[in-house]
Antibody
Framework: EVQLVESGGGLVQPGGSLRLTCAAY????????MNWVRQAPGKGLEWVSY????????YYAASVKGRFTISRDNAKNSLYLQMNSLRDEDTAVYYC???????????WGQGTLVTVSS | QSVLTQPPSVSAAPGQKVTISCSGS????????VSWYQQLPGTAPKLLIY???KRPSGIPDRFSGSKSGTSATLGITGLQTGDEADYYC???????????FGGGTKLTVL
């Protein structure tokens, strides 16, 4: 059974850093591109970042470029999101999602909540 | 402000049909495939439609998708109370090299 499990969320002060992890189970992780998508409280979905299966291609949303870094370790079946210089507006539930085909994301984790507040 | 425009809400009676539109541009919907997602309250999004009109295994044929030019449409027939959810369209934007989601549409089954 395909499972994605995010961890690493929590409360952090503005300007602080946090590293999210997404552990993948039940499929050949190294064969799939992955995405991070976030959802602010009561708001819609916002795409954050994409990484190809090998890690050779990476894209970021303009709102996080230069502050967030996506990476993966295929040997550990894990996806990461390093978040630096966090702002209030980064407060959201962060989901990792498997890229099934042409930016169709067929499996999502349960999400991890990141709260940026002083 | 989302690049893809969806109506904030739609409603219909049980058993009826509803459509949800998603409007974009040539750099996103016009030249890329569209997906649709259902998000029930308190849960992660679920893929309903990919490649404009294909359904993943397990998605009933009450759900359908179409695309014309720079717009896409999700159709749901035989509405059930369990269909009450937020629905999002999504696609890639080739000019921005970024993923995009619509602002979401809340479906109410009256």
């Amino acid at each position: 059974e395909v499972q994605l499990v995010e961890s690493g969320g929590g409360l952090v002060q503005p300007g602080g850093s946090l590293r999210l992890t997404c552990a993948a189970y039940g499929f050949t992780f190294s064969s799939y591109s992955m995405n991070w998508v976030r959802q602010a409280p009561g708001k819609g979905l916002e795409w954050v970042s994409y990484i190809s299966s090998t890690g050779g291609t990476i894209y970021y949303a303009a709102s996080v470029k230069g502050r967030f870094t996506i990476s993966r370790d295929n040997a550990k079946n894990s996806l990461y999101l390093q978040m630096n210089s966090l702002r209030d507006e980064d407060t959201a539930v962060y989901y990792c999602a498997r890229d099934f085909l042409r930016f169709s994301t067929d499996y999502w984790g349960q999400g991890t909540l990141v709260t940026v507040s002083s | 402000q989302s690049v893809l425009t969806q109506p904030p809400s739609v409603s219909a009676a049980p058993g009826q049909k509803v459509t949800i539109s998603c409007s974009g541009s040539s750099s996103n919907i016009g030249n890329n495939y569209v997906s649709w997602y259902q998000q029930l309250p308190g849960t992660a999004p679920k893929l309903l439609i990919y490649d404009n009109n294909k359904r993943p295994s397990g998605i009933p044929d009450r759900f359908s998708g179409s695309k014309s030019g720079t717009s896409a449409t999700l159709g749901i027939t035989g509405l059930q109370t369990g269909d009450e959810a937020d629905y999002y369209c999504g696609t890639w934007d080739s000019s921005l090299n970024a993923g995009e989601f619509g602002g979401g549409t809340k479906l109410t089954v009256l």
